[in-house]
């Protein structure tokens, strides 16, 4: 991987793999997003194909975040690919890849707290359940998401937008976020707000967790998997929280593992940007039973159909080889 060390990024010191191991650290990467978003667009198919999914909420939020996830992977592998390729990138594409980045990395904790709401008001006040978790207040509820996200990211562009001459946005930069907003009052609130939104996150798995609990030991089996489920929210959260980490892992990996600089960096980007995208299909397209039976309806369908049309091709091509006797 090509990284930068220095505070001071008009003086750079480039450390680079050699070419064996950035074309194999490349297919790592590509070969794991094609596999990742392969999964996601299944999903998101098999969820658009049925309505039994598209009038449910908790499916609208799993989607929203399988979505949500398909966006951050491809442009996390589109900038690894890059910092091989062409190492710097046009500042104005450069700051739409990490605005994107940005949004769905804010989206990711809120959506998980929204899950668990939702998951609490099915087992805590079933009866009440229609009423609060309509489909039309999911789709509010997204878009709230989305603007609370707007929110912590839109004031640093315009800072940048007003501070930075129009010559900066036609110039080139290694695509990194403390490249673009390197304002010190940015950094801080930046950390403030990650603190803010991970402390109402895990509040609320907490409460909801806690809840779900109680009404669990009374042996409802619905409960039991809803408690299951919000552990498993818990685990999505900490592996969001390793996202929130990356920039402080960046800058303390080179000073533990001085003579490993490379590697570290690229387990650190593996577990930090890819992981966490593997875990939401694994959450609800097969451990949902309901979500799995359809999905591998699907899959099947699309398999049986490709078999068939191998078997015409191949129909046709024997019975091209055969002669014609009326000719």
């Known amino acids: 991987m090509n990284i930068s060390l220095g505070d001071n990024i008009t ?4 450390l680079r793999d050699t070419f064996d191991v950035a074309v194999a650290k490349n297919v790592i990467v590509v070969g794991l997003c094609i596999s990742i978003n392969y999964i996601n667009s299944t999903l998101v198919h098999t969820f ?5 999914f598209t009038g449910n909420p908790r499916y609208i939020l799993f ?3 399988v979505l949500n996830d398909t966006i951050q992977l ?15 990138i046009n500042v104005s594409f450069c700051c739409l890849l990490i605005m994107t980045v940005i949004f769905t990395t804010l989206n990711t904790p809120l959506t998980l707290a929204a899950m668990a709401i939702e998951r609490y008001i ?15 207040k999911t789709y509010i509820l997204i878009g709230v998401i989305w603007i609370l996200s707007a929110i912590q990211v839109l004031p640093d562009m315009f800072v940048l937008l007003a501070t930075q001459p129009v010559m900066f946005f036609h110039s080139n930069i290694f695509c990194y976020r403390d490249n673009l907003f390197n304002y010190p009052y940015m950094i801080e609130k930046r950390n403030v707000v990650y603190i803010i939104y991970l402390s109402f996150v895990w509040l609320t798995i907490v409460f909801t967790y806690l809840n779900i609990m109680l009404v669990a030991k009374a042996l409802n089996s619905d409960a039991r998997k809803a408690r299951s489920t919000i552990i498993l929210h818990a685990i999505q959260l900490l592996m969001c929280m390793l996202t929130f980490a990356g920039p402080f892992l960046d800058r303390l990996l080179p000073y ?6 490379l590697e570290m960096r690229f387990a650190s980007y593996l577990v930090i940007q890819i992981m966490p995208r593997f875990i939401s299909p694994i959450v609800y397209g097969v451990r949902d039973q309901t979500f799995c039976s359809y999905m591998k309806r699907y899959l099947l369908c699309t398999m049986f159909k490709v078999k068939s049309r191998i078997k015409n ?6 019975l091209e ?7």
């Open 11 to 14: 003086q750079i010191k480039i």
């Open 256 to 261: 533990v593992f001085p003579m490993y600089i």
């Open 63 to 65: 989607i929203h975040m």
């Open 321 to 327: 080889k055969v002669p014609n006797k009326f000719m």
């Open 313 to 318: 091709v191949q129909t046709e091509r024997n």
């Open 122 to 136: 099915t087992i805590c006040n079933p009866l009440r359940h229609s009423q609060i978790c309509s489909v039309r």
């Open 74 to 88: 491809t442009i996390a592998g589109l900038l690894h690919i890059l910092s091989y390729t062409v190492f710097t």
């Open 48 to 52: 658009m194909k049925h309505e039994i």
